[in-house]
């Protein structure tokens, strides 16, 4: 019977927790206000521990063979090239924050969060569009594939909803480490890291037809803001995550006293 993880607070290199600092724009956040708080462990009771850290280039290949493998998005369709392209700008733009779950060397999970897409997707096309054109255009060639890219594009283009400018991405676990909690501590370590540094919303987009996921998040108390259609045969659930931000938990509140009483 797997059992559930449980997080140990091993902070690193002088971590001090912003949490009553105040409300801080999304867009004035970089992955530098992040970088504090950039260890902790996942234990179990019949398990080595399992280190959550910020993702490197390196683990670009792994996390896009995962979400090939591990996700039901259209974006594999843009050839693996590609998606090891975007994984790799996951890990480099300090537009996102990027943790992985490991244990002995091997990733378990990640989860990629884009505390602006704004930004995020500006920066890609200046940095990387005409590299990720070339790579691209092969698989353009396929009228599916060529509504993908237009779809993503502009999926919120129009919108008279009041969207957050920060976007959990991708949130994928290995199946061998499913119900183990790895999934259910990303998901909470991405809220306290974006809580500690001031990001106050966050939304969430799922397939309405991807039912592991849903039920993932409103198991986390996530709340369905809205449904739309994002192509001709799919329609996906906007969940909101704004509460999740605004709230102060007790683990927060403990780490925060722990860095008080490390400064002396």
């Known amino acids: 019977m797997n059992r559930p993880l449980k997080t140990v607070d091993r902070s690193v290199s002088g971590a001090r927790s912003k949490a009553f600092e105040g409300v ?4 004035s956040l970089n992955r530098s206000d992040f970088d504090g708080h950039s260890l902790s462990f996942v234990e179990t009771a019949d398990a080595p521990a399992c280190a959550l850290r910020p993702a490197r280039v390196s683990d670009a290949p792994i996390l896009a063979r995962m979400m090939v493998e591990g996700l039901d998005s259209r974006l ?24 992985v779950a490991e244990q002995d060397g091997r ?3 990640y989860v990629a969060t884009l505390i602006s897409t704004r930004r995020f ?37 129009g ?12 949130l994928i676990v290995v199946p061998k480490a499913r119900g183990l ?23 969430v987009c799922t397939s309405t037809e991807n039912v592991a996921a849903n039920a993932f998040y409103r198991k986390h108390n996530c ?3 809205y449904s739309k259609p994002l192509y001709h045969d799919a329609s996906i ?22 860095s008080l009483d490390s400064d002396h």
């Open 181 to 203: 909690r790895v999934g259910s501590t990303l998901f909470q370590q991405t809220l306290a890291r974006l809580r500690a540094a001031g990001t106050p919303r966050m939304m």
């Open 107 to 109: 990733i378990l999970g």
């Open 237 to 258: 659930n906007v969940f909101n995550c704004d509460h999740l931000l605004n709230r102060l938990t007790g683990s927060d509140l403990y780490n925060y006293l722990k």
């Open 121 to 157: 997707y500006r920066e890609f096309l200046l940095r990387k569009g005409i590299g990720a054109a070339l790579m691209m255009l092969p698989w353009l060639l396929w009228p599916r594939n060529l509504r993908t890219v237009t779809s993503g594009l502009t999926y919120f283009s």
């Open 223 to 225: 709340r369905l803001a």
């Open 76 to 99: 594999k369709d843009l050839g693996p090239w590609f998606v090891t392209y975007l994984h790799r700008h996951f890990v480099q733009s300090r537009h996102c924050l990027c943790l």
């Open 24 to 27: 801080i724009n999304p867009t």
């Open 159 to 170: 919108e008279t909803h009041d969207d957050p400018e920060t976007e959990l991405v991708s």
